[in-house]
């Protein structure tokens, strides 16, 4: 167990639709990352968050956003949701923005139908 | 920019070694990561090196060349249950694809 907590761990839903995966990091982390990892893909940076703000941006569609909130939690949030959509959804946090080890949830499996 | 490479499979014998290489060509580098992934499952920290030289921990050791861009895994005394991805990463936001290791009998 990482300390990192996803969740929903399974989610289907229908094209058009949209979808919240929260993220609650380890005890103590400042930092959140989210990933996207389709199937046989490696994984895809999306987007950090640290202490609030976002951090830096990577290949994220303008139809995915994510936010972090004062407690650290964070969410990613998913609309007019594409069969390609289809991903697992990882989280992971670190202490710091940089130089230390990022530990990962178990992931949130989106399947759109 | 941030490139990564490494070979997508290997294969290799239980009992054996086997070493998986990584290539990167980045800068503001602060450091090299090395994962494992099961299939499915997340991703779980193996090392982490930021100066050059052998970090040995357990039947795992990572080496890292900061001059020559250039990283390997190695895993001695292969185990059933080592199969499985192995991610190489830098600046902990862009990853390898894996290699993905199969450990036969």
């Known amino acids: 167990d990482s300390g990192v907590t996803q969740t929903p761990k399974h989610l289907i839903t229908a094209t058009g639709q949209r979808v919240t995966l929260r993220c609650s990091p380890r005890?103590?982390?400042?930092?959140v990352y989210w990933y996207q990892q389709s199937l046989d893909q490696g994984l895809q940076f999306l987007i950090q968050y640290y202490n609030g703000e976002e951090r830096a941006k990577g290949n994220i569609l303008e139809r995915f956003s994510a936010q972090q909130f004062p407690d650290l939690h964070s969410e990613l949030n998913l609309s007019s949701l594409e069969l390609g959509d289809s991903a697992l959804y990882f989280c992971?946090?670190?202490?710091?923005?940089?130089?230390?080890?990022?530990?990962f949830g178990e992931g949130s499996w989106l399947t759109v139908v | 920019g941030q490139n990564i490479d490494q070979p997508t499979e290997m294969t290799a014998t239980e009992g054996a070694i086997v070493q998986i290489n990584c290539t990167y060509q980045?800068?503001?580098?602060?450091?090299l990561f090395w994962y494992q992934q099961h299939a499915g499952e997340a991703p779980t920290f193996l090392s982490y090196n930021v100066l050059d030289g052998l970090e040995e921990k357990g039947r795992f050791s990572s080496f890292l060349s900061r001059s020559k861009g250039y990283s390997y895994l190695l895993l001695k005394e292969l185990q059933m249950k080592d199969s499985a991805s192995y991610l190489c990463a830098t600046g902990k936001l862009t990853f390898g694809t894996g290699t993905q290791l199969k450990v036969e009998l």
């Open positions: 992971a946090s670190s202490v710091e923005h940089s130089g230390n080890t990022i530990y």
């Open positions: 005890s103590g982390d400042l930092s």
């Open positions: 980045t800068s503001g580098f602060n450091g």
